[in-house]
């Protein structure tokens, strides 16, 4: 069983668009993260969601907008797809808010033409 | 702002050789944590440290944590092709979480 699932693995798409990614655990944590992974690797947290609630919302343009409809889920919508948004999204989790270990999906990489 | 950098950003060694990837926060952390990314993959939690000074191995690698919980280390012994990877420290400070910037780490067989 997958812990932490992501779909897309892929997604392709024009600039101007609207896009969603979708993320689920099924580990019964607490808390869940999105984060950017730009193509010199780095890592940036973008937000952190514990029991629904959101706890850190690092500075990201407000085209990017979360969505936890319950504990097991943390969605992605992206307004207005800019190039500059290309990279790849990774989902992660953990057992409580505050530096638990965390446990990452599998990735979404996405490119904006 | 908050950074938290590592050194070196890319590392090319011999299989066999050793590796040491360090980890610099400009803030005090609460803990820190080491991850693996292989390439094309997912970062992998590899091991928590919480105490200042504290000293943690697992097989060939061994993690440290500076005494001011703003520094770490991770040390490869003899590194092996199945190594390769980027390497992540990463750790909360208030409400927030920080990962590094990273090292790359080739291993030539």
Known sequence: DTAVSQTPKYLVTQMGNDKSIKCEQNLGHDTMYWYKQDSKKFLKIMFSYNNKELIINETVPNRFSPKSPDKAHLNLHINSLELGDSAVYFCASSQLAGGNEQFFGPGTRLTVL | ?109
């Open chain 2, 1 to 109: 702002g908050q950074q938290v950098m590592q050194i070196p950003q890319y590392q090319h060694v011999q299989e066999g050789e050793d590796f040491t990837t360090y980890c610099n926060s400009s803030t005090t952390l609460s803990n820190i944590q080491w991850y693996k990314q292989r390439p094309g993959g997912h970062p992998v939690f590899l091991i928590q440290l919480v105490k200042s000074g504290e000293v943690k191995k697992q097989k060939r690698l061994t993690f440290q944590f500076g005494e001011a919980k703003k520094n770490s280390s991770l040390h490869i012994t003899a590194t092996q092709t199945t190594d390769v990877g980027t390497y992540f420290c990463a750790g909360p400070t208030g409400n927030q979480f920080y990962f590094g910037t990273g090292t790359s780490l080739t291993v030539i067989p």
